[in-house]
């Protein structure tokens, strides 16, 4: 059974930084992509970072490119995203997603909140 588990969300202030984790199972992890997304409330969710299953090509959202940082460690099935230098529009729900066999799995999410 796959599955995906957000972690390292809260509340933060502008300029602060955050490391959320994505513990996955039931998969070989170390053959799949894994991607972020995110959710702000009454937005579309949209993509933040993606990590390939081998090289070196890896995908930015042009909003977080130069602050966010995805990386993987395949030794404990997780990637993880290094968010730097927050901004109060980077507030929303973070979710990590695997496409097994043509399917989305997604977990269920971590909150990020930047505010004074």
């Known amino acids: 059974q796959v599955q995906l588990v957000e972690s390292g969300g809260g509340l933060v202030q502008p300029g602060g930084s955050l490391r959320l984790a994505c513990e996955a199972s039931?998969?070989?992890?170390?053959?799949?992509?894994i991607s972020w997304y995110r959710q702000a409330p009454g937005k579309e969710r949209e993509a933040v970072a993606q990590i390939p299953a081998i090289g070196d090509t890896i995908f930015y959202a042009d909003s977080v490119k130069g602050r966010f940082t995805i990386s993987r460690d395949n030794a404990k099935n997780t990637v993880y995203l290094q968010m730097n230098s927050l901004k109060s529009e980077d507030t929303a729900i973070y979710y990590c997603?695997?496409?097994?066999?043509?399917?989305?799995?997604w977990g269920r999410g971590t909150q990020v909140t930047v505010s004074s």
């Open positions: 997603k695997v496409r097994f066999y043509g399917r989305d799995y």
């Open positions: 039931g998969f070989t992890f170390n053959r799949y992509s």
